[in-house]
Antibody
Framework: EVQLVESGGGLVQPGGSLTLSCAVS????????MTWVRQAPGKGLEWVAN????????NFLDSVRGRFSISRDFAKNSLYLQMDSLRAEDTALYYC??????????WGQGTTVTVSS | EIVMTQSPGTLSVSPGERVTLSCGAS??????LAWYQQKAGQAPRLLIY???TRATGVPARFSGSGSGTEFTLTISSLQSDDFAVYSC?????????FGQGTKLEIK
């Protein structure tokens, strides 16, 4: 069974840091680009960042570039999102998803990040 | 950044009706357009990619069309399971932007 399981969310103060993880199983991890998408409470989906097969290409939403970094660990079949200098507007449910070049086909259930003092 | 605009924001429909949702792009995305369905409390589900290709396991009542800047998602006969939020996403240019979503609610 294919599974993407996010973890690492929580409550953090503005200016703080958090690292999200996405554990992938049931598929050949290195075949896929991987993506982070977020959804603020009551809002639509927002693409955040992605990383290619061998981690040589990384793309970011303008509002997170320079604050967030994305990485992947092939030994652990895991994707990460390191988030620094967090702001209130980063509060959202964060999903990881596979990107096979034809849309985001497999999604995790998400992990919640709340930035508040 | 390409802006994706969906209309309407909310649509009240009855089961069995045919419904068409619209998605527009601020510049051409060719056919690099996906549609997702999201039910309350659940992750999105890929329905359509390449503007018109159904993803694995998606019922034939869902169809997509369009290219360039104008796209539609049609549900031929609404089932009770189809009441959800539908979002389009372009994957032609980074950042891969989403529309704001159209909510289908029961009339």
């Amino acid at each position: 069974e294919v599974q993407l399981v996010e973890s690492g969310g929580g409550l953090v103060q503005p200016g703080g840091s958090l690292t999200l993880s996405c554990a992938v199983s049931g598929l050949t991890f290195r075949k896929y680009w991987m993506t982070w998408v977020r959804q603020a409470p009551g809002k639509g989906l927002e693409w955040v960042a992605n990383i290619n097969h061998d981690a040589s290409v990384k793309n970011f939403l303008d509002s997170v570039r320079g604050r967030f970094s994305i990485s992947r660990d092939f030994a652990k079949n895991s994707l990460y999102l390191q988030m620094d200098s967090l702001r209130a507007e980063d509060t959202a449910l964060y999903y990881c998803a596979t990107d096979g070049g034809t849309g985001l086909s497999i999604w995790g259930q998400g992990t919640t990040v709340t930035v508040s003092s | 950044e390409i802006v994706m605009t969906q209309s309407p924001g909310t649509l009240s429909v009855s089961p069995g009706e045919r419904v068409t949702l619209s998605c527009g792009a601020s510049q051409s995305v060719r056919s690099n357009l996906a549609w997702y369905q999201q039910k309350a409390g659940q992750a999105p589900r890929l329905l359509i990619y390449g503007a018109s290709t159904r993803a694995t396991g998606v019922p034939a009542r869902f169809s997509g069309s369009g290219s360039g800047t104008e796209f539609t998602l049609t549900i031929s006969s609404l089932q009770s399971d189809d009441f959800a939020v539908y979002s389009c996403q372009q994957y032609n240019n980074w950042p891969y932007t989403f529309g704001q979503g159209t909510k289908l609610e029961i009339k």
